[in-house]
């Protein structure tokens, strides 16, 4: 591909996915630097591909992926030297609480820590506005799947709220059993 | 239509549109008919509600994100670009035709090529890398300035140097103390002050008409002023630029920077003195040559002068900067007269117009300062707080300039109200509450404009889908069908006004409340402050009002209803109710019954508070009231005697 049909393309895709990638790759690493930088290397590793001329058909799904197998690497360096485990065996444990956030970070954080890793990608995915086809690509699940995952994370969320909610009366509920 | 109720699965696909027609048409047919399925659909809409507000909430990514990423990006692969281009030539094909000594010469001619080739790439790959390490350190500085206080002169030049028409020669004042939220900004055009910007909190400020958006993204300087070719027009688009930065202190590097990082441009740098590095940069776009310069002084990092020029055929633009003073200073050191209005006492001269509207005239007997203002911008909220919740719901404030509106719109079967209160620095220019009186059709306020949005209210259907149970205990408890159908709708009609009641109330509370922080209270005088924890009360005593009322007719119902099923020992749910799930997931974990207990008394607590302590969105509210009490039927019947005994001790 040549450079400026190169660049355009990738100017187009930073446009309507740049931001549900970044906050896909915030998700995972926490911190807004991190995020950038993997972004930011996404992007370029595709980049590089199309001038090489491969062909690539998701360009999609190829950056997310390219995130998540960089963030796990960074958390397989930081962490255990564990070589043997998959990006998401890691993913799925990765301290949510690595780096310290403002108040407005930690509710949306705390909101998906309770997920599986991913229920958080279909969520936000869902919420950045993809279509169910969409997300399925990016993701390489079957269509009929998302609207099933963002059903058990929906459910998930409300029972965290309710139990929440349920903090004061739990005990007065005690109470009122004991008097029974 | 569906024979049984909706999966999860099918109601999020519906939420989201993404049902297959046939699907879609059966599924909207059930829920037509099934306020179960509409009341689980509603939940779930608020699950998906509720993290999407705490994503709108997430600083991350920034709303320059994408501008900045792509500046970034461009500038990575420009820069690889260029690596291409010098890369060593390996996969050339070997030139196997080649003997003897024609291939020696030919390798040293190539050897020679390479060492040439690979000196000029690093030692300009070194040039290019110390003027863009020289512009980061620029930037570092630039940025570095928000951070303590400052005080800046600059002066600005703008002029053809062909002088068709005569120069523009700005002297730009800065002061910042961010520490305690102070920033002030002048614009001296020949001696005389044009334009101002001044804040003396973070919640005080003011501006004037020049300074007119200082909400929206800048554009980069060099963009902003390459199409304007008399100093005139481009003074305009530079006021404009200051105005978008008016809370912060004059930079001009972050542009520089993305000006030399984009494609094309060329960056240099010269050492004209030994304590002055001169940065250049420099692009050729749409016929227009865009050159700029800045003479930095190495000790401080900050900029002594800057020119920006343009050239178009023969026409000829330059921006001169030259920085007059730039000192740290300490906060105390700034006069704290700088942070306010500079034109106070002109504007305070002025015959300001006076409406005959008791209400203006006691909310502003005179041209207003910023505190008043603020004062005068509470007093008309608490105003719409006095009325009917309804009112609140529709109440819509815009805080931009130096312009507060508070607008709130109320429509009712009979009646249609409007109030429309705005105020500015200099005079307040019209108040007008109008009474519940009906009103001609056509409201100046539409929603069509998008400034307001008018939560509708739910419709209250005045039949609605009868359980069995329901049924039977009025039918156990009136002398006919007919009498007993009129009760039921009576029943469930009052309990949805009730309920509606209650959310709104609540919502009133929670807009109270989110409107007037602590710190925003604190700008207010005495009275307002207890005007404002009287409202409050109101309010409060309203929730609990309603809140007894509403138990008071469905507790009578509900209760023998509970102990019946509760004595027959029999669970009649269907088998994919959430209610249910949520019990057996509960006695899977281990838990004991009272955790489900408490997970119906929040049923019970959501019920009594219409529906708001689990979702505040409005929905069907009638479907809400009906879904929380389908959960006290479908429980277990010792469960049920817990939640009821809790809820009963609500009451006393």
Redesign the interface.
Known sequence: MEFAEASRFIEELLQDWGQALARQAFRLTGDAEISDDLVQEAFLALYQELRRGADIENARAWTLTVVRNLAAKRYRSLGTRNECLEPSDVLDQFPASASTHPDQERELRDMLGILSHREQEVMLLRLDCLKYREIAECLGIDESSVATHLARAIRKLQAAAKERASHLSYARAAHAEKAL | MLKKHC???????HL?N?LAPALRDEVEEHLSLCWKCRGRRA??EN??H???Q??D?????PPN??DR??R???A??AA??TN?SISFPSSRPALRSWQGPLRIAAALAASVALCVSVYTYWFERDMQVRAHSQIERFVQSDLGLGQQSLHQVMLLELREPNARTAAKELRVEVWSDPAAHRHAIRLHDAGELVHAAWKSSAQVWGSSPGFTDTSRTATPLPNLLETRWTPQEAETQLIAWMGANAWKPLRFAPDMRAFAQE?GSEVGLDVPSPHTIRLRASRARNQITTQWSVDMDTRTNRPQSQTIRWQKDGAVMELRVVTEQEELVAGIAIPPDVFTNPMAEAIATLPLPVQPQPTATELYPSAPTSEQLTESAIRIEFLLHHLPADWTRALEIQEAENVIVVRGVTESENARAVIEAEVNDIAWTRTALQSLDALPAISPLSTEDGALSVAPEPAVESVFPLEKELAAHFVAHAANKDEAAKQLAAFSLRAAQLAAELRAETWALQRLDERFPAERLALASASVQREFSLVRQQRQTAIKTTTAALRAIVLPVFGPLHQKLAQANQITDIGDS?AA??VD?KAATGETT??A???I??RI?ALLAGGT??DASPGDALGRVLHALDFLQNGRPDEI??GV??AT?IEH
């Open positions: 999966s999860e699965e099918q109601l999020i696909a989201d993404e939940d779930l699950g998906i509720r993290v999407s705490a994503l909430r997430s600083t991350y990514p994100w994408t990423t792509r970034r990006l461009l990575e692969m690889q670009e291409r494609h959430n799930d949520a997931d009272i955790s207990a408490s997970a008394d929040d607590r302590q689990l005697t817990v005994i809790e001790s």
